[in-house]
Every structure is written in structure tokens, then in C-alpha cells.
């Protein structure tokens, strides 16, 4: 089974620049994760997808972060403007059951490595 | 604020010996906690899970003491081995609200010969 795949693996962009990143789920998985992992932190989650619906985004600062979920599938995640401070990894993981429980096993990518100089 | 406080920050262990991270929590809604295991440029992998109606879970070489009273939790990993070197985080889940995996702060454990 193949997992969760993002792309790109590492970024580099300078400050007030705008990055994106992509996801692709574990297929038939319902619920989807956008996590900030910022260095020597435990992952943060930034806002969590039920098919294409939009479960949490307490945590995403919406001034500059944006993330969609076209037709319950990939999502892909949005800075604009990038500050120092989002210098991160971004991971993105899945979970299968429909519930969106956060108990429910969730299985992560392997990151977006962002530096924003 | 941290929800979930962990130690060590590292943690390095002879081969064979017992490797041994400690988190505490403060929030008494948390009702179920799992482990993740991290290694270089991977995601982190759920591990082991406890929930706290149990005050000990083994599977394998890892094994989960939980004390409620105390509001603590810990990983035990015996026999420890080179493959074991890795970033542990511990996490907890709360049913009240919206559930969501609050993390600590990460253990990076060193396996050495």
C-alpha cells in the first residue's frame, strides 16, 4: 500500500515570497492533516479536512495560510507572504475511518522541509 | 501553552539497556495517549497507544506505564537496540471539543553499541 506522498521534500524561499505545497492522501482515506513541525516541537496541527469539508482550522492563521481539498482527494496547503518564522516542515497525514477522530490512526507523509531566509 | 511536557530532551542508551521517556499532562479531559516514533526526514508512526483506564500496555519491546492519579506517562523500551534510535514524541487526545493530537516536545534517543 503506498502511503501518504507530498511534494516537494524541501523548499527554500526568501520572506514575503509565497510557497505552496501538495498531498496525496492514502487512497480511500476520508480525513486529511496539514501539521506545522517547527524544529525541536512536536508536530502542530493547522487544519484538518473530512473528504473535502473542512473540519478544524482553529489553529491556521488565515492572514497568510490557505488549504484546500479538491474532490475529497490531494490538498495542498499555501503561504502568502512566507515569514521567518514559518520555517518549518509541513507534514500532511491521513486517516481512513469517515469519522474524523483523532484516535482514528493517522499515517504521515514525510514532510515539506520550508526555509524562509 | 504546553498541554503535554516531555523528558529527556535526548536520551542516550548502551545497547541493551532500558530507554525510558516520561511526559505529564495537565488537561484531565485527555482520555487516550499514544506514542509516535520519528526518524530522519520521515513522518512520525504511531507506535503504542494507552488509554487511561489501563496502567500498563506492552507490545513487544515497548511498553506504556500510565498513572491517572499523578497525570503521567511513560515509555519503556527494553533491550535496546541501533534500530531503536529515533525522536519519540507522546501525545494526547482529548474526547471533549474537537479531538485533536496534542504533541510533546520530542525525545531524541541514541542507541549506542
Known amino acids: 500500500e503506498a502511503g501518504v506522498a507530498q511534494s516537494p521534500r524541501y523548499k527554500i524561499i526568501e520572506k514575503r515570497q509565497s510557497v505552496a505545497f501538495w498531498c496525496n492522501p492514502i487512497?480511500?482515506?476520508?480525513?486529511l492533516y496539514w501539521y506545522q513541525q517547527i524544529l525541536g516541537q512536536g508536530p502542530k496541527l493547522l487544519i484538518q479536512?473530512?473528504?473535502?469539508?473542512?473540519?478544524?482550522d482553529s489553529q491556521l492563521p488565515k492572514d497568510r495560510f490557505s488549504a484546500e481539498r479538491l474532490k475529497g482527494v490531494d490538498s495542498t496547503l499555501k503561504i502568502q507572504p512566507a515569514k521567518l518564522e514559518d520555517s518549518a516542515v509541513y507534514l500532511c497525514?491521513?486517516?481512513?475511518?469517515?469519522?474524523?477522530?483523532?484516535?482514528?490512526?493517522?499515517?504521515f507523509g514525510p514532510g515539506t522541509r520550508l526555509t524562509v531566509t | 501553552q504546553q498541554q503535554v511536557k516531555q523528558s529527556p530532551q535526548s536520551l542516550i542508551v548502551q545497547k541493551g539497556g532500558i530507554s525510558i521517556i516520561n511526559c505529564a499532562y495537565e488537561?484531565?479531559?485527555?482520555?487516550?495517549f499514544p506514542w509516535y516514533q520519528q526518524f530522519p526526514g520521515k513522518g512520525p508512526a504511531l507506535l503504542i497507544a494507552?488509554?487511561?483506564?489501563?496502567s500498563e500496555k506492552k507490545e513487544g519491546r515497548f511498553t506504556i506505564s500510565f498513572n491517572k492519579s499523578a497525570k503521567q506517562f511513560s515509555l519503556h523500551i527494553m533491550d535496546s537496540q541501533p534500530g531503536d534510535s529515533a525522536t519519540y514524541f507522546c501525545?494526547?487526545?482529548?474526547?471533549?471539543?474537537?479531538?485533536?493530537?496534542?504533541f510533546g516536545t520530542g525525545t531524541r534517543l541514541t542507541i549506542i553499541p
Open positions: 501525545a494526547a487526545i482529548s474526547s471533549f471539543g474537537n479531538e485533536k493530537l496534542t
Open positions: 479536512f473530512q473528504n473535502n469539508g473542512v473540519v478544524d
Open positions: 488537561n484531565t479531559a485527555f482520555d487516550y
Open positions: 487512497s480511500g482515506h476520508a480525513t
Open positions: 497525514a491521513s486517516s481512513l475511518e469517515e469519522s474524523g477522530r483523532a484516535r482514528d490512526e493517522q499515517y
Open positions: 494507552i488509554r487511561p483506564d489501563v
